[in-house]
């Protein structure tokens, strides 16, 4: 294309006998020599970008990351629009709609039709180094319409590799990737939204961050900034093959949005237990008395059409029992996603198979399953329009472990948009 264009500017100069198009044919020439010199740059910056969003964004659930990548889309489709007022402010949403059935461990079987998901998410470029976001989120009989993330960010990948992030977000732990509908079992006990402060880096397919936060457990009653983590991952890719591989580990794994819940509520139910028993409710803490670190490893790989994850979470040693339990014990909870996906078109349109295996240890007292079998398919019926179906296998742990011993089956069928 470079060459047609050069060759038709010559061809307009030596058509011309004007003395002023022989030098506007060099002042071109440079001209577009310096424009595919800043198209060149515009690119870096923006794979820079990207793999700085990519570092960023661990840990993160899937409905955020669609979010950041539509948004970050928009921004790159607007860099050339000089002088749009919307350059610099970019907004993107998504709505999930599910109807689905349960057949559970025991009781009759539900169904219902429920708005899953409904996120708007809007982001502003405000200079060379301050990005700011900031996310609403609803989900229908889960969370009220409520302030998902809000965060600014302060990075230049031109100048350095280091960037900083700081309000509430999602921390880098663990990866949670999956072509299913259902959020995988890693995510439900290690996801962890909090307003948290935020150091990494990017260097080549290298990329790490540390952070600190306020957690919601006070340990022994101390309102101070205690929690903290770390992450380290390596990602390439190649033509029609990629890569990732991840690290993470967290201080008090009890600080993740569903264990939080969970010691909360036991230990206030033990603190219950102690006043009914008649003993001295000043010998027992309704705040955990100490945090049990968590850690997690993560990997996908993407040969051409297929796809594959792996990711394995666990704490680092055993809660005390006031706080979760496992027969009688303080628990240790971990979980597993093993999942195998393979893209192919159908009448023109991308779409998604993929079975995964997951299952937890010690994890009863969180009401997830021991072992879950999954098997789904994606189509992408319209643009940015696609319809999901999954099917799910779920077996409890066993009466000896304190659970039924049965197995359920769900069905679900999900719409989403994103705009």
Known sequence: MRVRTLSALIALALASQTPALAETVEARLERLEAQNRAQEAALKRQ???????????????????KLEEDLEQKRAGAEGEAGAWYRNIEVAG??????????????????DVVLATFELGIT????DWVEAGASLLYEQDETDLEVDVAYIT????????????????????GAYETNLVSD???????????????????????????????????????????????????????????????????NDLGDSDTLQDAT???????????????ADPGAFSVDPTDRTGGW?????????????????????????????????????????????????????????????WQGTREA???????????????????????????WAHEIDYGASDGGTGNSGDSLVAQLAVEF
Do not use: C, H
């Not at 302060?154 to 732990?173: E, H, M, R, S, W």
């Open 47 to 65: 794979e820079a970008t990207i793999a700085e969003q990519q570092a960023r964004m661990e840990g993160t659930p899937s409905r955020v990351k």
């Open 94 to 111: 998504l709505i999930e709609v599910e109807a689905g059935y349960v057949s559970p461990y025991e009781g009759d079987s539900e169904s």
């Open 124 to 127: 502003s470029q405000i200079n």
């Open 154 to 173: 302060l990075a230049n990948l031109d100048v350095t590799p280091v960037f900083l992030t700081a309000g509430q977000i999602y921390v880098p732990f």
């Open 184 to 250: 995988p079992l890693t995510l439900e006990i290690g996801e962890t939204r909090e307003t948290a402060v935020q150091l990494g880096f990017v260097q080549g397919d290298f990329s790490g961050s540390a952070y600190l936060f306020n957690g919601d457990n006070k340990v022994n009653g101390k309102n101070q900034v205690g929690s903290w983590g770390a992450n380290l991952g390596y990602a390439q890719e190649q033509d029609d093959r990629a890569w990732s591989f991840g690290l993470g580990y967290i």
């Open 264 to 278: 909360n509520d036991n230990r206030v139910a033990a603190f219950e237990a102690v006043i009914e028993g008649g």
């Open 296 to 356: 997690t490893l993560n990997a996908s790989a993407t040969f051409g059409q297929f796809n594959v994850i792996g990711e394995y979470l666990a704490a680092t040693d055993t809660f005390d029992s006031d706080s979760l339990s496992f027969k009688d014990k303080g628990a240790k909870p971990s979980a597993w996603n093993i999942e195998a996906g393979f893209a192919f078109p159908v009448m023109g349109r991308e779409s998604v198979a993929a079975v995964a």
């Open 364 to 390: 009863l007292a969180l009401e997830l399953p021991k072992e879950r079998w999954s098997v789904g398919w994606s189509i992408e019926i319209f643009d940015r329009t696609s319809l999901a179906f999954e």
